[in-house]
């Protein structure tokens, strides 16, 4: 356990220092003997946490990656508290996704026992034309990516609610306008009202969504009006997420 400390005083040290640092230094601050620091230093470099280059150590890629990965953790701790809040305050399930690299990626769900999340019986990412979030996320692409979506995943039916072709999607979302909320009662899912707003989150097409019984549809557009000035507050936290 000992050596395991010292080891991460070291990396520490060397992580303060972005032009590199000699063996001498790093033993000097961290108050180790010269002859340990080297030989923890060498193992360290031999591991891939540190590189050495005319005598400076540097971070290694291996704990680059150990920071990239806590920053994601991180990042989807922020998310996940944000959708967390807003399900409390509003009282639905709360949904967060993104469009990227040509896939609608849903990256958060908040849900409770008092209002469980709308199951995803059929793939959301090949499904995006029947789902309010989907929608959303389509209506913030320009004309060339959406083609470029649909012929990828046609529009097909899979409730009778559903937009039934590709023309009659595009009708829809040429409609919209530009942070207005996308509204589908049960069009992906029989017994689920859905209602998602665009957020703008650099250039990558965002959007966080509800649901609702579709029996209660009539509590929609005030809950999502309602989510919509709870994610100006936090729009940074989704945000700085797209990057997960």
Not at 34 to 53: C, K, N, V
Not at 63 to 90: C, H, P
Not at 130 to 159: F, I, K, M
Not at 200 to 228: E, K, N, W, Y
């Amino acid at each position: 356990m000992g050596s395991v400390q010292r080891a991460m005083r070291l990396l520490e040290a060397v992580a303060e220092h972005a032009y590199g640092a000699p063996a001498k230094q790093l033993a000097r601050e961290v108050g180790l003997a010269l002859p340990t620091a080297y030989h923890l230093l060498r193992t360290l470099t031999h591991e891939g946490y540190l590189r050495r280059e005319k005598g400076l150590f540097f971070l290694g890629e291996a704990a680059e990656r150990l920071g990239a990965t806590a920053a994601q953790q991180k990042r989807r701790s922020m998310v996940n508290d944000a959708l967390a809040q807003w399900r409390d305050s509003i009282g639905v399930p709360v949904y967060y996704a993104v469009y990227r690299e040509g896939e609608i990626e849903v990256l958060g769900v908040a849900a409770g026992p008092d209002g469980p999340a709308v199951g995803e019986w059929a793939d959301f990412r090949e499904t995006g034309h029947a789902h309010a979030l989907g929608q959303c996320l389509l209506s913030q692409l320009d004309e060339e990516a959406r083609h470029d979506h649909l012929d990828r995943y046609p529009v097909h039916p899979l409730t009778p609610y559903t937009v039934r072709d590709n023309r009659s999607l595009e009708r829809r979302l040429e409609r919209l306008g530009p942070m207005e909320a996308v509204v589908e009662c049960q069009e992906y899912a029989l017994g689920a009202a859905c209602a998602a707003i665009p957020l703008t989150a650099g250039t990558t097409a965002a959007a966080v969504a509800i649901s609702l019984p579709s029996h209660q549809a009539d509590r929609l557009l005030p809950a999502a009006r309602q989510l919509q000035a709870e994610t100006g507050r936090l729009l940074g936290t989704l945000a700085f997420s797209i990057s997960i």
